[in-house]
């Protein structure tokens, strides 16, 4: 997971000085570092990286493009053809990988197209994840907290396309 923070932090970085045609642009990797956004774990009350992957954009890394691009329309397509590049890079380097190792676990364990039509929506043929110990709020608690008790209620944008 941590190569897959640290190819994204690139990534985020060549996306910016892509767009910017100003060459005396400099973006310091501890700038990059310092947005809140890299935490791999998974909390309800704050923005991580696992809300990253998922398509949400927050509102900091947004301004933080802005620093460099100084317009919105910019900043737009910067952030579009960051995800972009999340995405295929989550695609390749790990949704493939992940796929080819179900298919291979599921011909050692003799399940087949005909047995996972027949269990389909009753219960999982074989469990892979642990249960986490983590307290995890349901029904969105985390931001209903953040509107009940006054933060930034909007702190990312659910999508972005140019």
């Known amino acids: 997971m941590l190569t897959l923070v640290s190819s994204t932090?690139?990534?985020?970085?060549?996306?910016i000085l892509s767009h910017i045609d100003n060459s005396e642009t400099h973006i310091d990797?501890?700038?990059?570092?310092?947005?809140?956004?890299?935490?791999?774990?998974?909390?309800?009350?704050?923005?991580?990286f696992i809300d990253l992957i998922k398509g949400f954009i927050p509102k900091n890394?947004?301004?933080f493009i802005d620093h460099f691009s100084k317009q919105k329309k910019l900043t737009s397509k910067i952030l579009y053809q960051f995800r972009m590049k999340m995405g295929h890079h989550i695609f390749h380097e790990y949704w493939l990988k992940r796929c080819q190792e179900m298919e291979k676990k599921d011909k050692d364990l003799g399940i087949n197209k005909n047995l996972k039509k027949r269990h389909y929506g009753v219960d999982c043929l074989y469990r892979l994840r642990q249960q986490s110990t983590i307290n995890?709020?349901?029904?969105?608690?985390?931001?209903?907290?953040?509107?009940?008790?006054?933060?930034d209620i909007l702190g990312y944008y659910d999508s972005c396309t140019p």
């Not at 932090?9 to 996306?15: D, G, I, M, R």
């Not at 995890?136 to 933060?151: A, V």
């Open 29 to 48: 990797n501890q700038e990059i570092n310092d947005l809140d956004i890299w935490d791999i774990n998974i909390d309800n009350n704050k923005f991580t």
């Open 61 to 63: 890394l947004s301004h």
């Open 136 to 151: 995890k709020y349901e029904d969105l608690i985390g931001i209903r907290n953040n509107i009940y008790y006054g933060s």
């Open 9 to 15: 932090k690139t990534a985020l970085k060549e996306s």
